[in-house]
């Protein structure tokens, strides 16, 4: 089933007040990661490092084209095609949701490129057959071997998990 996201009420948090300790954790290694430099590069985030995190894992590449930038999906983690219905994998953000809830994801996701920070997300994604989806999540801006933000790491845990 592909569950559309019709709305979306996101809280941005850049003074990442998160509820789960993964996120913390995940916030610290990105710290750690970074080693002095402005931002850890994508090549920091391997498999094995994200171990923990892979079924939760969304991978945005941050695509600038003349007028506009775009975010194309690259990784979309199993635990995300589950609650979303289906995989979205190559296909930008702007593709797979309507407007409203496109409005707030870009908000999101141009935050973290445009300041190059960490940033906390939670709140509800309104869903056509389901009446909400509460989530907290944590974006990390990462770059791809220059100094410019390349790629955005995302880790999205849900409120209805067992």
């Known amino acids: 089933m592909n569950r559309q996201i019709i709305e979306s009420r996101f809280r941005l948090d850049p003074q990442l007040r998160f509820s789960r300790p993964e996120l913390v954790a995940l916030a610290a290694l990105w710290e750690e990661k970074r ?74 996701l141009s935050w973290a490129t445009d300041e190059r920070q960490p940033l906390r ?3 509800n994604y309104y869903f056509v057959d389901r009446s909400f989806l509460e989530f907290e999540s944590i974006t990390l801006p990462l770059t791809t071997g220059g100094a410019e933000v390349g790629q955005l790491l995302n880790i999205t845990y849900y409120a209805d998990e067992a």
Request: charged residues 30%; without cysteine.
């Open 35 to 108: 080693a002095g430099r402005p931002l850890p590069d994508r090549a920091d985030f391997t498999p094995f490092v994200l171990r923990p995190y892979l079924p939760r894992v969304l991978i945005y590449d941050v695509v600038r084209e003349e007028t506009v930038r775009r975010f194309r999906i690259r990784v979309y983690g199993t635990l995300i095609s589950q609650y979303s219905g289906r995989d979205s994998t190559g296909k930008f953000v702007d593709e797979v949701m309507n407007e409203a809830a496109y409005a707030d994801f870009n908000r999101g």
């Open 121 to 123: 997300a939670a709140g």
